[in-house]
């Protein structure tokens, strides 16, 4: 098992939907979790963190199941500038060390 | 605040030809790192810092030499390259906590995309 995998994408969905992506992590004692955005070709910037069991920010929600080892990414009311690769990072151990996700892309279509 | 800069931007390099991939930071952060990105892929840790004098290797740290001789700075060196280096580089940065359970937000450079053929 991979210690951090995500939905395979791509994912193709109409402005206005609402889109969920889901991330597991194989590590129990993991802490923090991030979602970072990465356009093409970009640095990937931090979308939101999450400590406990979850975070909202306007349209975009994390949770996180630590029982299953999952967290999850929704993000409401999808605009066009949505469309980007989303990266799941999970910490591992001391030294601040992040697990990232392969990504998932998401392209939202007028 | 720059933030985290690196340079150059774009290389490329021939077969068995070394150089170094600059990175800074001005947020006087504690903890430094070193990923590489292939396409379509996530990020793989190489090297990581927490402080000045201090590194340590990641995931894929083969091929790769670190040093921190500041908080500021942090260089990631090739020696002989090869064409499986050919990748896009990304220097992070963190503040670091005392705490090993909880880690800080990293905030990454613009990255420096690097071809070896």
């Known amino acids: 098992r991979k210690e951090v995998e995500q939905d395979p994408g791509p994912f193709n969905v109409p402005e206005g939907a609402t889109v969920a992506f889901n991330c597991t992590y194989s590590n129990s004692a993991s802490q923090s979790f991030f979602w970072y955005r990465q356009d093409c070709r970009k640095e990937p910037k931090l979308l939101m963190s999450?400590?406990?069991s979850g975070n909202e920010d306007g349209r975009f929600t994390a949770q996180l199941n630590r029982a299953s080892q999952y967290i999850s990414l929704l993000i409401r009311d999808s605009k066009l500038s949505d469309s980007a690769t989303y990266l799941c990072?999970?910490?591992?151990?001391?030294?601040?060390?992040?697990?990232f996700g392969q990504g998932t892309e998401l392209s939202v279509k007028p | 605040n720059a933030g985290v800069t690196q340079t150059p931007k774009f290389r490329i390099l021939k077969i068995g030809q070394s150089m170094t991939l600059q990175c800074a930071q001005d947020m006087n952060h504690n903890y430094m790192y070193w990923y590489r990105q292939d396409p379509g892929m996530g990020l793989k840790l190489i090297y990581y810092?927490?402080?000045?004098?201090?590194?340590d290797k990641g995931e894929v740290p083969n091929g790769y030499n670190v040093s921190r001789s500041t908080t500021e700075d942090f260089p990631l060196r090739l020696e002989l390259a090869a064409p499986s280096q050919t990748s896009v580089y990304f220097c992070a940065s963190s503040y670091g906590r005392a705490s090993a359970l909880f880690t800080d937000t990293q905030y990454f450079g613009p990255g420096t995309r690097l071809t070896v053929l």
């Open positions: 999450v400590y406990s």
């Open positions: 990072a999970v910490n591992i151990g001391m030294g601040g060390k992040l697990i």
């Open positions: 810092s927490v402080g000045a004098g201090i590194t």
